[in-house]
């Protein structure tokens, strides 16, 4: 079975410009958590989504938005990039509500020149 | 909030010694559970284990164990004779979701196990 993909796995944009990562569950997974991870630290939790709808939000500028599509995929936005938005993105998917654990994908490496 | 503390950023041992790495944590929740991830280079987190916050009996997978401590806010992982492939960085992670996700992370702690 394959597990969460993410794409792409390498982008580099400029400065003020926009970008979106892309996430796809486990199958039968339909909750989506997006990670933002610079480099040398901890992931820090951007958005959960839940059968469509956002369930949580860490604490990130509203450059940051996300949705998920009927078929549970997920898409991460960010507006108007800035150099510390240089980061790994990690994408992971449950079986939330169940009692199971999360899993990662392999992220997406942005890099903001 | 909730906050998670990996105090050893990085710990370097020869094959075959044991390890542990330390993760202190806090919460006002009653109901919460603890992990600890593995992200090898690749960059993929991988899932090693989940702990209630009921439930502080010890656990042994392999030479892996976990040892939980309420009373001292502690769930540290001992790796028992210590291999190359061990090699990577540790995560503990905080949720008060069981299936967790929402997990608030630890820095990390960057594991060489040298042959």
């Known amino acids: 079975d394959a597990g969460v993909t993410q794409s792409p796995t390498h982008l580099i944009k400029t400065r003020g410009q926009h970008v979106t990562l892309r996430c796809s569950p486990i199958?039968?997974?339909?909750?989506v958590s997006w990670y933002q991870q610079v480099l040398g630290q901890g992931p820090q939790f951007i958005f959960q989504y839940y059968e469509k709808e956002e369930r949580g939000r860490g604490n990130f500028p509203d450059r940051f938005s996300a949705r998920q599509f009927p078929n549970y995929s997920s898409e991460l936005n960010v507006n108007a990039l800035l150099l510390g938005d240089s980061a790994l993105y990690l994408c992971?998917?449950?079986?939330?509500?169940?009692?199971?654990?999360?899993?990662f994908g392999q992220g997406t490496r942005l890099t903001v020149v | 909030a909730q906050k998670v503390t990996q105090a050893q950023t990085e710990i370097s041992v020869v094959e075959k010694e044991d390890v542990t790495l330390d993760c202190v944590y806090e919460?006002?929740?009653?109901?919460?559970?603890l992990f600890w991830y593995k992200q090898p280079p690749s960059g993929e987190l991988v899932f090693l284990i989940r702990?209630?916050?009921?439930?502080?009996q010890n656990e042994i997978s392999g030479r892996y164990s976990w040892n939980f401590q309420k009373s001292t806010s502690s769930f540290n992982f001992t790796i028992t004779a210590s291999q190359v492939v061990d090699s990577a960085v540790y995560f503990c992670a905080l949720s008060e979701d069981n299936a967790g996700n929402m997990l608030t992370f630890g820095g990390g702690t960057r594991l060489m196990v040298k042959p």
């Open positions: 992971a998917s449950s079986l939330f509500p169940r009692n199971t654990e999360a899993f």
């Open positions: 199958s039968g997974h339909k909750s």
């Open positions: 919460t006002r929740d009653t109901t919460y559970y």
């Open positions: 702990r209630n916050s009921f439930d502080e």
